[in-house]
């Protein structure tokens, strides 16, 4: 298989966000083996664990005589992707199909990795939208760590569907961006289920989101502050401290009970100081809403001064003008292929922020933030890819891939189970009809963890949750 360099940072953060993961699940293996005996032990960080399991599939699919954009970077020509029980098995021109597989001829047609969107309210906000579904903003003061997006998840979205029948796998939904410090995302896969544990990722690390610039200092101008920039980063500031205070009373408390100290008091745990001590930990993942260069690398000076990494950026309209910046501190940037000017801070966006970043060997992504967006992803990275090469920056369109796959595996900390076509990772794949960097391009077939989950030709696939019944044409699922 080919490979393609993606940038020494962007390999950092892939190995980062592994080793992350990695430890995550070690934990929660140790909470398990502890049998509920928790006298001792400081807390159980995953009180609401993922129930995921994938659906029945073949045991061998091969999709043979396709074009491959692999999420690596690579373009393969009538190229064949094997699936054994729910994972890539091999991927590659001349595969033999084992006895009994599910063979399907995709020729004249592309074959990609489920897509992943960094960024999205899915669940959170609602469709339809009104004051009684809109659970994404908890905005009562400016840092509000305790709460957890997945807490506010309506499993009945009808988004959720649409997003799959774009081709969209993974999700990371994020709370909204009213606050400095807005709580907790979570990743989840794209499958029905009627609890939010049976769609989480697993072992997927949470996410922290934070916001930047114009949100807080709109919303809490008024309402006791910050109304400014320095009130924001003060803001975040206080907040980190009283995190590390917290921090270093349960770092002294766990050595304490380890050298066999008698009448250790435990410290009393306080949820917003658990997820930024998480933060400081680096068990969870910063995703900063920030759009203006200055503040991102305010931010990332913040980050240094407190001992943490930042994931990603997102938004970032102006991650051209630091692309070396991000490209040096292994900082992904997810960002829109032509949405700016709708504020101030937006105002300098451009057409080439994504392909700039890029090529400046910074782990570039393009994400939604919107319910139908989503639904499109791949015409936006095409967008994206477009504007590059009109500018002279010419990417591949196996490299304009890794835009909504890989590099966005390795943003949210996945990337060592998803985003690529490798062996040994899920089967999240994606047929379409045509070229997915085409505008009239749509799914034929969308498959997670190697069971297919939509087929355009076959009715019976389109998912339509109970809030949908009765509101669609009399049999027009039948």
């Given at each position: ?15 980062k ?6 430890a995550?699940?070690?934990?929660a293996?140790?909470v ?16 609401y664990?993922s129930?995921?399991e994938?659906r029945?599939?073949a ?5 043979q ?10 373009q ?6 094997l ?9 590659g ?9 599910v063979?399907?001829?995709?020729s004249g ?5 489920g897509?992943?969107?960094?960024h ?6 609602g ?6 579904l ?14 957890w ?20 796998t ?7 961006s009213?606050n ?14 009627t609890?939010?544990?049976?769609m989480k990722?697993?072992g ?12 807080p ?12 920039r320095?009130g924001?980063q003060a803001?975040y500031?206080?907040?980190?401290i009283k ?13 304490d ?37 200055d503040e991102?690398a305010?931010?990332v000076?913040?980050s240094?001064e ?31 292929a ?22 400046a ?9 919107d ?12 967008k ?12 591949s ?6 835009w ?6 390795k943003?949210i ?6 985003g690529?076509?490798e062996?040994?990772k ?13 505008s009239?391009?749509?799914t034929d077939?969308?498959?997670i963890?190697?069971?297919?989950m939509?087929?355009?030709?076959n009715p019976?696939t389109?998912?339509q ?5 009765g509101?669609?044409t009399k049999?027009?699922?039948?």
């Open positions: 298989m080919k490979e393609v360099n993606v940038g020494s940072a962007s390999k950092s953060i892939l190995r966000a592994a080793s992350m993961t990695a995550i699940s070690m934990f293996f140790a398990g083996a502890a049998d509920g005996d928790m006298s001792k032990d400081a807390f159980n960080k995953d009180p664990p129930t995921y994938p029945p599939s045991e061998y699919t091969l999709i005589n396709a074009t491959v954009l692999t999420g690596t970077g690579a393969l020509n009538n190229a064949s992707v699936i054994e029980k729910g994972k890539i098995k091999a991927v021109q001349d595969l033999e199909a084992p006895a009994g597989a063979i399907i001829d995709a047609k592309w074959v990609t990795p897509i992943i969107d960094v999205s309210h899915l669940g959170a906000w469709n339809p939208s009104g004051a009684l809109y659970d994404g903003n908890e905005m009562v003061r400016p840092v509000t760590a305790d709460v997006v997945e807490h506010s998840l309506w499993m009945q979205e009808p988004g959720y569907a649409r997003a799959l029948e774009g081709g969209v993974t999700l990371q939904i994020l709370p909204g009213g400095l410090i807005g709580g907790r995302g979570v990743t989840l896969k794209n499958v029905y289920s609890t939010r544990e049976g990722f697993p997927a690390p949470y996410s922290l989101k934070m916001a930047c610039g114009e949100n200092k709109r919303f809490y101008g008024t309402r006791g502050g910050p109304a400014t320095m924001n803001g500031r206080k907040a980190w995190a590390q205070s917290y921090r270093e009373s349960w770092d002294k408390y766990e050595a009970v380890a050298a066999g100290k008698e009448d250790v008091k435990k410290p009393t745990r306080d949820l917003e100081l658990d997820t930024l001590a998480g933060v400081l930990s680096g068990e969870i993942l910063v995703h900063n809403h920030c759009y203006r260069a991102m305010t931010m000076n913040m240094k407190f001992g943490y990494k930042i994931s990603t950026f997102h938004h970032a309209v102006e991650a051209y003008k630091i692309r070396d910046l991000l490209a040096d501190e292994g900082i992904c940037s997810a960002m829109w032509d949405w700016w000017g709708f504020k101030m801070e937006a105002f300098d966006g451009i057409e080439e922020n994504v392909p700039m970043v890029a090529k060997g910074a782990c570039a992504i393009v994400h939604s933030d319910d139908l967006g989503v639904q499109r992803l791949n015409q936006e990275a095409a994206a890819w477009a504007d590059g090469k009109r500018a002279g920056i010419d990417f369109k196996g490299e304009a891939m890794t909504i796959t890989l590099n966005a595996a943003a900390g996945v990337a060592d189970q998803t690529s076509l062996e040994g899920m089967a999240d794949v994606v047929i379409w009809n045509g070229d997915p960097f085409n009239y391009t749509l077939k969308v498959y963890d190697g069971a297919l939509f087929d355009r030709s019976g389109l998912r949750g109970d809030f949908e019944t509101y669609v049999g027009a699922h039948q």
